[in-house]
């Protein structure tokens, strides 16, 4: 059978889509070593005209700007970067950037690990003349220990002196320059020992070639680190399936059903697809033949496979463990729930934490700053210092000296005398390399994104999508939760319990009334409308014409149903529509609140015409939900816009006191009460509806289901993908537990920073007569990045509870 694929000219024509006033560009970009790159590449990008705003972040290596539409070419973006240093490209929509990322990173770390066994062999041949008393005698050669000096910064150190070289030339000197500079000035004052013996300077050969040695290590495990941090987000992406069988409309074959295998990406809406068991589901689409067992872990963390049978829905990604399956295609390509959720997760990790702008903004001052604190050093010990511990100062130069009496160097270098002569300019020097090779902006720079990446990242494996680092840092300090009831702390789907006319006419029964309300209803998706409209379905009731439907959300709804108006909502909705209450309606109202139904008022024209109670059932784990809220210091807060009755009976099930029940509260009045909350607290709120949307969003932190709607998911900071309620705990614990990291992370940064670079100048010399070589220096330096890395890597320890 011969499948005709649809081409641009054979859609339907559709609607013009109002453009947007931005667009969204991401750019994948290389050559970025460290925080003043990062400031580097930002400035560049915010100078572009059109470009509205810019984030950079340097552990995933990408780019994401906000422009004007139509106005930014990324191609123009991606070469302009390219030309100053840092190799970039566009990111396409298609998902082929994925396997080309990923080919680029994995070239990185096998580039690093070739460079360092270059160095690392310079290194063993360096440290075996350095310090072996054994032949043979060529390796205690000066002019050999010059020949590795010049291999190592000819080859695996020629990256570092270039980049560091480009830093320089665009006005914004990194890791690489620092480290470039103090290698260049150990050579060159090697150099000038070495050619000119009468001088006596002392040769120090080894140093360029250790400190090599170090920063490449500390870069290789460094990216090792790196790769390890983002494994989950990584995986998330290899959830994206790769291909799809193509089938025909199965109702109109005739002669069987024939596949053919299509990229994913190329499916349409409304195209059919056959999944064999064990295969991933191409796309989001819904069951037209078959059942099955399908396994949604990836996405929602929930380990129990679930049944799928004809008219259910299914998420691409998903695995199809057990029958085959006919689907047709409902959302493809970036509409998809998997595509949702990996931009969702990838914005994320965009945003910064504001714990890191003091570090952003030392960052752009930091190697300037350095250089400075260097030239200071040199000018203090060589002006002052050697002059004030004179035998301080000759005593750790002579140490110097005597760990390398055993090389053959130019003539008079090791006289004592020549030594004691310049070891002012020997020591001074030595410091102010040090400097130059302990300070490390790497460290800075990969404290936030690379827990926010780990953070986040796996997040999304447990089926909890936090927003940002700026969410992560909210959630820190919360310090109340507060819950709306239907469909929060309820299951959402409510069924009608009792249906009362309360009317004086004889000919309107039960069966009248809830075909009425149930004809109103269609014009809303809320739960309490599905309950009713169920209740007419399940009673097979021939539901009346209605139009002009009107809906107040959290309030009611309105319809002309025959002629009539008929009304459906709140008691205070209904009276404020002119409606009277009766007093017997009242008297019941109260009693089916008390026994925990939500009362739904009916009118018909200027008439109160009747009651229908629904009732929800409490989630399982709502219980257990509150009170580790509870255990874990916060304050839990009903609101809800039912009666108070019936708010009551549900807060006393989840152990709430009276107090923390807030109820009859409009949806429109929901985001009032939270403000008046956040006088003394911080909020987090947690709802699934329209009506909750306006105080998702004026809370603190906004949290909500994934069978919410859209603009509640759209509000809120924190989706959770399995429904699970209990998954609010693990979503702020795993939000506290993320942004311990990042502060963890900062504070090490900043502390290794200011701890090092005095030591590495000398401020012990004096009184312990210790000094940091540039040796050493190196070693701490590659230290600082790796062990920040590693600190985010702890959170993969996580265990949600």
Known sequence: MQIARRTDESKEQMPTIPTEATEKIVLDIGGMKCASCVKSVEKQLAQYPGVKSVCVNLATEIAVLESDVGVVDPQVLANKLTSIGFPSKPRTSDGT?????????????????????????????????????????????????????????????????????????RNAPNMNSLVGLGILTAYTASLVALFFPQMGWECFFDEPVMILGFILLGKTLEQQARGKASYAFKHLLALQPQNARLIGDPQASKSGIVAVEIPASQVKVGEYLQVLPGEKIPVDGEVVSGQTIVDASMLTGESIPTERLMGDSVTGGTINQSGTIIIRATHTGKDTNLAHIISLVEAAQMRKAPAQKLADMVAGYFSYGVIAASILTFIFWYFFGTHVWQDITHNATMKMVDTFSHHQYPLGISSPKIV???????????????????????????????????????????????KGGDVLEKVHHLSAVVFDKTGTLTTGKPTVTDCLPITSAETLGPTALLKLAAAVEVGTSHPLATA???????KELTLPCATEFKTIPGLGISAIVDGSLVLLGKWEWLQERGITIPKVAEEQAVLLAKSGKTVVGVAMDDSFIGIIAVRDILRKDAQHTVAKLQNMGLRVVLLSGDRQEAANVIGKKIGLDVEDIIAGVPAIEKAITIKKLQQSYTVAMI?????????????????????????????????L?????????????????????????????????????????????????FSLSPTGAAGLMAFSSVSVVTNSLFLRRFNKT
């Open 97 to 169: 950037w994925i396997e080309t990322g990923e080919t680029g990173q994995s070239q990185y770390v096998k580039s690093a690990w070739h460079n360092f066994l270059i160095a690392g062999i310079l290194l063993l041949a360096s440290g075996i003349g350095h310090f072996a008393t054994f032949p043979p005698g060529f390796l205690h050669n000066i002019w050999f220990h010059f020949g590795l000096a010049t291999t190592a910064l000819l080859f695996p150190g020629r990256h570092i002196l270039a980049d560091g070289w480009l830093s320089w030339r």
């Open 420 to 466: 004691s002569q310049y070891s002012g300019l020997i020591l001074s020097l030595k410091l102010a390399i040090a400097v130059m090779v302990v300070a490390c902006p790497c460290a800075l720079g990969l404290a936030t994104p690379t827990a926010i990446l780990v953070g986040t990242a796996m997040g999304a494996e447990m089926g909890l999508l936090i």
């Open 532 to 538: 009713i409209q169920t209740a007419a379905k399940e």
């Open 687 to 719: 709802g699934d509806g329209i009506n909750d949307a306006p105080a998702l969003s004026q809370a603190d932190i906004g949290i909500t289901l994934k069978s919410g709607t859209d603009i509640a998911m759209e509000t809120a900071e924190i989706i």
């Open 721 to 769: 993908m399995s429904d699970r309620l209990t998954d609010v705990v693990s979503s702020i614990q795993l939000s506290r537990a993320t942004f311990n990291k990042i502060r963890q992370n900062i504070f090490w940064a900043f502390a290794y920073n200011i701890l090092s670079i005095p030591l590495a100048a000398g401020i012990l010399l004096p009184i312990t007569g």
